[in-house]
């Protein structure tokens, strides 16, 4: 008897390992299932539960009920069976969670690139709002230049007009590549910048002649008769001592082609009317290349350099006149 109750003790410390062998799987299969497995795993340990429960009921049976060896055998062996499928049992459940964390993965991932596009549909959106805030700059500096009366005779108003054109012409074509949306408005800015450049153009902002100042326009104190005066000088002197080309400073017509020295001290000269208020006149010239009635462009040669007149060196005396009245020559040149 003593022998059949050592030999129960025995079955029972086997059965204790066994029991603490299955808590050990049952605690890993828990903390590898996640998500959707734990309900499972919830299921698979009240099973777990029910074959310690078995595992107590076959233990009490060895050790009351079973009176030969025979009948303890094939009740561990049971035991075993039990125990050997639940085994199976938890092992497929921890492979089908690393197939759902890899499902998982691949979830994050589709998430994290659904992420990114939208961040890019974002940025796209921003950049389209851009576009429209800058179209919608374009559209104001475009009402602003056409609607606004520029006077013809404003050579700085001018140039600054088309010069806002230009850049506003730019960013149109930076916000559209192909202005379709912005035709009207850019056809519009195109018909005004050419009417300002043809404005510009009868301007008198060219230089008459290469070389440099030699004398510049209103008062000089001169000697006369061995006294010092006072004495009034009407237009620009440039000087070159090698001669040279005379050009227009402006689109106009020839008005007048004076080749006799009459006494003013102008000797030969040229005159044009440029039509829009400004007359630009060209003294001490050797010869002429234009004829009065001749329509000529800013920077055409009209004349040759000499010293005809009151001259002591060959030069160019170049007069501005706006509305019949005197200007400084040197407001108007690029020296």
């Known amino acids: 008897m003593k022998e059949h109750s050592r030999f129960t003790d025995i079955i029972k410390d086997r059965l204790n390992s066994i029991k603490v062998a299955l808590a050990i799987l049952l605690a890993a299969g828990v903390v590898l299932c996640v998500g959707s497995l734990q309900k499972k795993l919830e299921d698979k340990k009240n099973t ?69 596009t939208i961040i890019e549909y974002s940025e796209t959106i921003d950049s389209q709002a851009q576009a429209i805030e800058q179209r919608d700059e374009a559209i104001d500096e475009i009402t602003r230049i056409v609607g606004k009366d520029i006077d013809p005779i404003d050579g700085d108003a001018l140039k600054s007009a088309i010069q806002d054109i230009e850049e506003t012409e730019k960013v149109i074509v930076q916000t559209y590549k192909t202005p379709v949306q912005m035709t009207a408005y850019y056809q519009q800015l195109e018909e005004t910048k050419s009417e300002l450049t043809e404005m510009l153009s009868f301007y008198p902002d060219g230089n008459p002649a290469v070389g440099e100042i030699s004398y510049t326009f209103g008062n000089h104190y001169v000697k006369k008769n061995g006294k010092t005066v006072t004495s009034f000088h009407r237009g620009l002197d440039i000087y070159n001592k090698n001669g040279g080309a005379i050009y227009a400073t402006a689109d106009g017509t020839v008005t007048e082609v004076h080749l006799r020295d009459d006494g003013t001290g102008l000797g030969y000269y040229v005159r044009i009317d440029h039509g829009n208020g400004y007359m630009t006149l060209y003294g001490h010239v050797k010869s002429a290349t234009v004829q009065v009635g001749d329509k000529v462009e800013k920077g055409q040669q009209i004349a040759w350099m000499g010293k005809t007149g009151a001259a002591t060196g060959i030069h160019v005396h170049y007069e501005v006149y706006l509305y019949g009245k005197l200007q400084d020559p040197i407001n108007y040149v690029d020296y």
């Open 48 to 116: 777990l539960s029910d074959v310690n429960s078995a595992i107590n009921e076959v233990a009490g049976k060895i050790s009351g009920e079973y009176s030969t060896s025979e009948d303890m055998v094939e009740a561990i062996e049971q035991i075993y069976d039990i125990i050997s499928e639940k085994q199976n049992e938890l092992e497929e459940l921890v492979k089908t969670n690393e197939q759902n964390r890899e499902i998982l993965n691949s979830q994050n991932e589709t998430i994290t690139s659904q992420n990114n």
